[in-house]
Structure formats: C-alpha cells, structure tokens
C-alpha cells in the first residue's frame, strides 16, 4: 500500500492513472451497455453484436497498427544516437 501511496504522489503519474481509469471505465460500460442498445435501437441479437465487436476489434488492429508503427519508428530514429567511435 506504501508502495501506491508514493506512486500518486507523484504528479504526472497521477494524471495518467486517472486518465487511464477514465478511459477503462468508459470502455466497460460501451462494452456492457451497446448490446442494450442496439436490440432496442436495431434488433440486433447476441450473434449480431459479435460481428460487429468482431469488426470494431479488426478495425482497431488495424488503425493502431498503421499509425503507432510510423510514429514508434519516427520516434526511435529521432531518439537513437550511434555510439561515438573512439
């Protein structure tokens, strides 16, 4: 418990641990609540709903695959320095 304790002291961390479970927290309840709505709203049964986590998933996969592999690459070139020869 110490250990969290002097974790959420520190100020950035906090920050990005609140936006985390911000984020998480969100999602469960679009996870938990979007089958309520969409049988109401369309008819859409269980099946149904698969398919479409199944194509937001794919998507996702997708989207962060293409964007976070130029940026991570983008970044390591601007951050990697060649060792000095001596």
Known sequence: MAHLRRL???GRIRLLLAA???LNL???????????????RFQWD??????????????AVFVQGRCWAGSS?????SAW??????
């Open 26 to 40: 969100a999602f469960s309840g679009l996870q938990t609540n979007f089958p309520l709505f969409s049988q109401a």
């Open 73 to 77: 690459r983008a970044w390591v070139k």
């Open 8 to 10: 959420f002291g520190l």
């Open 81 to 86: 320095q060649p060792p000095a020869w001596r």
């Open 20 to 22: 985390i479970f911000t």
């Open 46 to 59: 269980a099946g149904r709903n698969g398919i479409f986590y199944a194509f937001v998933g794919c998507l």
